[in-house]
């Protein structure tokens, strides 16, 4: 069954696509555990959204279970695994 994740290793796993925030969270998270560590209210640390996604096409996949992916589907793509 095809199914969206917002993980590009389920696409290089043989998922259909994923499309989700760039899972580069580290430097963040750490900001976030050194001001809570630090005795910071959690409720008081200011929200942040991802503010860079990234698409990755799986064509194999799209061809094994008959799919054809728009061309410009494929021109948006940060990555297209074929």
Known sequence: MPAVYYLPDFSM?????SYGPDQRLGPQLAYYVDRILKGAVPAELPVQEPTQF???INLKTAKVLGLTVPTSLLARADEVIE
């Open 54 to 56: 990234k698409l990755v």
């Open 13 to 17: 796993s043989g998922g259909l696509l």
